[in-house]
Antibody, heavy 118, light 107 residues
Framework: EVQLVESGGDLVQPGGSLRLSCAAS????????MNWVRQAPGRGLDWVSY????????HYADSVKGRFTISRDNAKKSLYLQMNSLRADDTAVYYC???????????WGQGTLVTVSS | DIQMTQSPSSLSASVGDRVTITCRAS??????LAWYQQKPEKAPKSLIY???TLQSGVPSRFSGSGSGTDFTLTITSLQPEDFATYYC?????????FGQGTRLEIK
C-alpha cells in the first residue's frame, strides 16, 4: 500500500524557518517525481514545488521561489521542503503527493499544518 | 501561467440528481487535466486523469470529458458521500494550476 506521511509542521514566527518531511513507503520511491501542494485555511489547493525522481528537474511556484527549497533523499525514501523567510500567507496545510506519469497525482499524504504567526 | 476557471463555485443538489461542473483553461492543455474530490479535513482524492480516465476504484457515476480548453466533470445519481468540494487541475506543464473549487452541497 502506498503511504505518504508528512511531518514537521509547527507554529513559527514571521521570518522564521521550518523543514517539512514526507516519508514514503509501499512503492519504489526512486521511480517517481513528487509535488508539494498546500491549502490555506478555507481556501483552495495551491501547488508549491516539484522535484523529479533523480532531482534533476525542480520547479517552484513564484510565490515561494527564493524562499523554499525542495529536496529528496532516495536512500531514505524521503522528500523535504525547507521553508525560509516564512510569511503569514504561507500558513497552510502542506501535502506531499506522488506524481503519476501522464496521470496527475493519485497518492497524497494526510498533510501537515504550518502556521506563521507572531 | 495557465489559469483554470471552474464553474459554478458552489452547487446545491439532491441525492439522485445529475450534476455537471465545468473547468476552463486559459490556453489549450490537450487532455492533461485531472479532477479531485476533497472532503473537510481530508486530503484530496484523485477521481479522473487524462480528462476522462477514471482512477481505479472510483465509481462509474463519475465521468469526465473535454480537451483543449473546456472540460466537464459529471456525477450521475448523486450519493450522500459525493457531497464535497471538487477541483480541476492542469498538468500540461509547470507551474501546475488548480481551479478554485466547486463546493457541492446537499439541497
Amino acid at each position: 500500500e502506498v503511504q505518504l506521511v508528512e511531518s514537521g509542521g509547527d507554529l513559527v514566527q514571521p521570518g522564521g524557518s521550518l523543514r517539512l518531511s514526507c516519508a514514503a513507503s509501499g512503492f519504489t520511491f526512486t521511480n517517481y517525481g513528487m509535488n508539494w501542494v498546500r491549502q490555506a485555511p478555507g481556501r483552495g489547493l495551491d501547488w508549491v514545488s516539484y522535484i523529479s525522481s533523480s532531482s534533476s528537474a525542480i520547479h517552484y511556484a513564484d510565490s515561494v521561489k527564493g524562499r523554499f527549497t525542495i529536496s529528496r533523499d532516495n536512500a531514505k525514501k524521503s522528500l523535504y521542503l525547507q521553508m525560509n523567510s516564512l510569511r503569514a500567507d504561507d500558513t497552510a496545510v502542506y501535502y506531499c503527493a506522488r506524481v503519476e506519469t501522464l496521470a496527475g497525482m493519485k497518492h497524497w499524504g494526510q498533510g501537515t499544518l504550518v502556521t506563521v504567526s507572531s | 501561467d495557465i489559469q483554470m476557471t471552474q464553474s459554478p463555485s458552489s452547487l446545491s443538489a439532491s441525492v439522485g440528481d445529475r450534476v455537471t461542473i465545468t473547468c476552463r483553461a486559459s490556453q489549450g492543455i490537450s487532455s492533461w487535466l485531472a479532477w479531485y474530490q476533497q472532503k473537510p479535513e481530508k486530503a484530496p482524492k484523485s477521481l479522473i486523469y487524462g480528462a476522462s480516465t477514471l482512477q481505479s476504484g472510483v465509481p462509474s457515476r463519475f465521468s469526465g470529458s473535454g480537451s483543449g480548453t473546456d472540460f466537464t466533470l459529471t456525477i450521475t445519481s448523486l450519493q450522500p458521500e459525493d457531497f464535497a468540494t471538487y477541483y480541476c487541475q492542469q498538468y500540461s506543464g509547470y507551474p501546475i494550476t488548480f481551479g478554485q473549487g466547486t463546493r457541492l452541497e446537499i439541497k
